[in-house]
C-alpha cells in the first residue's frame, strides 16, 4: 500500500484539477460569450430573413379588406381578397446564435429591425376613430389613380402591340384598374358608419429564411417566432431539409456587440435569384439586372416606398433607355431616358404610322425663286436631319395630311392658301387651316381676321392657332397671364364658329415654361407639339412635329414633317369626331 502522504498528494492534484476544469468551464460558459466576435465570425453566422406584414380589417371575425401600411393610405397596397393579401415585405440580417436547446428548433436567430408583437386589442378604439379620417386620403387616391389609368389608356390608344412596352403598359392598366376597384370598394366600407363601429383591426405577420444552396439557388423556407423579447428570437421550426451552410457557424448571442447593431442599420442586402437580383435600400427596393456591385444594369423594376415605380432599363446605376415611371400622383412618363434624365418618346418610324405636311408660302418663294407645288408627286422622302431617328425600311411614306398657313395677326394671309387648300383636297388629303399669332393684336380681332379669310368645309381637319412668341414679345405684350387670355379668346372664338375644338400649336419649351399653371388649357384642347428627334407626351398630343428640315417628292425645299400620335384606327377615330361637320 501507498504511504497516506502520498494518497494525500494525488487528492490535491485531482482538486488542483477539477478545479482547473472548472475554471475552464466558467471561462467558456460566462466569460467567452462575453469576448465580442469578430468581424468574419459576425459575416460567417449571418443569415438573411424577409419579414412580411399586413393589417386584416374584419367585422364579427369576417375580413372586409387589408393594408399593408395602416397609417400610411396614400401609398399603403391594399386588397379586398385574401386572396392576394398585400404585404409590406423587408429583408433583415439576422444572426445564428448558440442557447439552450429548445424541442422542434432547427435553427435560432436573432433577427434586429423585426417586430412580433401582437396587435393589442385596446388598439382597435383608436383605429376604429381613424378610419372615418382615412376617406379624404383614400378619396385622394382614387382621384389619383383614374389619372394614372387615363394616361396608361391614352398610351395604348394612341400605340400598337409593335411599339416598345405595349405590353408592360397593358399590365400596369390593368393593375391600377384592379387598385382603383378594391379602394372604391374600401372607401365605401368606411363610409357605412353602422360598420365602422364594429371594425377590429389583426396585425398579421409572416417570417421567411432565404438560404442559398451549393448551386447558387435560393429557397424559401418559412419560421415562426420563438420568442418576443427584444432582439427578436426566430426559430425556424418549419422544415427538417433545412441546414446551415458549411461556411456558417453559429455565435453567443450575448456576444453580439452594438458594433454588430450598427452594421445591420446600414446594411444594403441583395440577393441573386438565375439572372436577376433583388436590391433592398431603406427607401426603395430593385429587382432586376445589376452588375457584379449589385448596382442596376440592364432591365430592372425600382419601387420606391413613396409609391413611385420605375421599369425600363438602367446603365451604371441610372436610367438610360425604354423606360416606364409611375408617380404616386397619377403622373406616368413613357419613353426614353438618359443618364436619368427623362427625354421623352422615341418611337421607331415605319410605314404604318400617319404622316403629314404643314406648308406656307415658303414651300412657294425660297429666295429670289418662285416654285409650284406637283400634287401628284407628293411623297415623304426624308425625315430630316435634325435629330437622329429610328426608321425600318425606306423613306417612302404618303402624306395623309396637310395644314397650310392661312393668316398671321390681323394683317397678312398666305396667297398660296387657296390654290394649294384646293389642291390637297382635290389629291384626296385631308388638309386644314392655321394661324400665326401675334402678341400685338388681341385674341377676338385674330380670330375673326382668320375667320374671314379661311375655308371651313365638311371633312376639313381642325383649325390650329400657332403660338410661337419669344419670351421679349411676351414681356411686351404684358406678361404670360395675358398671353393666355388671347389664347383662351382666340380658340373659344373660332370653336363656336367652326363647331369644333381647335388645336394649339406649341413647343415643347412653350409647354414646359408657360402651360404648367394653364391646367384648362392643356384639359379642354389638343396639343401639336414642336420637338425634334423625340416627344414627351405629357399633354393630349394629337400631332407632333418631328422636323423642320424634311424632304417632300413634289415640293422644293425643306418641309416640315409632322406624325400623327397613333396609327390608322385612332387617325380615323380623330377624323370622325375632330374634323368639321358643317
Known sequence: MKPDKYRSKTAVRVLLSLLFLTLVALFVLVLLPLIPPTEEQLSNSTAQLEYSTCYEIHIDGSPVFYLSDYDNWTTSKLSISEQDLPYNTQTVTGIWTRRTFTPLCYGRLIAEGTDPTPWEQEENARIRQTLG????????????????????????????????????????????????????????????STRLDKMQVRFIQRYTLLQNDSSGNWHRIPCHILEMDAPRQICLIQSKRWRKLPHSQAVYDNA???????????????????????????????????????????????????????????NEGKRNGFGILLNSDGAVRIGEWEDDVYQGERPIYTTEHIYGIDISRYQHDIGKKHYTIDWDKIRITHLGSKSKKRISGIVDYPVNFCYIKSTEGTTITNKYYANDYANARKHGIRCGAYHFFSTRTSGTQQ??????????????????????????????????????????????????????????????????????????????YQMWIARYGEYKPDVKLAIWQLSPDGHVSGIHGEVDINIFNGYRDRFEEFLESNCIQK
Open 133 to 192: 379620417h382615412r376617406r379624404p386620403v383614400l378619396q385622394q387616391r382614387i382621384l389619383n389613380l383614374r389619372k394614372r389609368i387615363d394616361e396608361l389608356h391614352y398610351f395604348l390608344r394612341v400605340h400598337d402591340v409593335s411599339d416598345e412596352g405595349y405590353n408592360t403598359i397593358a399590365d400596369y392598366e390593368a393593375a391600377a384598374q384592379q387598385e382603383l376597384t378594391d379602394a372604391q370598394a374600401i372607401l365605401g366600407i368606411i363610409s357605412d
Open 256 to 314: 453580439i456587440s452594438d458594433a454588430y447593431r450598427h452594421r445591420s442599420d446600414s446594411l444594403l442586402f441583395a440577393r441573386q435569384d438565375t439572372t436577376k437580383a433583388t436590391v433592398f435600400y431603406k427607401d426603395a427596393h430593385y429587382h432586376g439586372e445589376t452588375n457584379r456591385q449589385w448596382i442596376p444594369q440592364g432591365h430592372g423594376i425600382l419601387s420606391s416606398h413613396d409609391g413611385r415605380i420605375y421599369d425600363g432599363m438602367w
Open 447 to 524: 380670330a375673326q381676321y382668320f375667320i374671314m379669310n379661311t375655308h371651313f368645309k365638311q371633312g376639313d381637319l381642325p383649325p390650329v392657332l400657332d403660338v410661337e412668341p419669344s419670351a421679349a414679345l411676351i414681356k411686351e405684350m404684358g406678361g404670360t397671364e395675358v398671353l393666355l387670355n388671347r389664347i383662351r379668346v382666340w380658340m373659344k372664338a373660332v370653336e363656336k364658329h367652326t363647331g369644333v375644338k381647335p388645336i394649339l400649336y406649341v413647343s415643347q419649351n412653350f409647354i414646359n415654361k408657360y402651360l404648367v399653371d394653364a391646367t384648362d388649357i392643356k384639359e379642354n
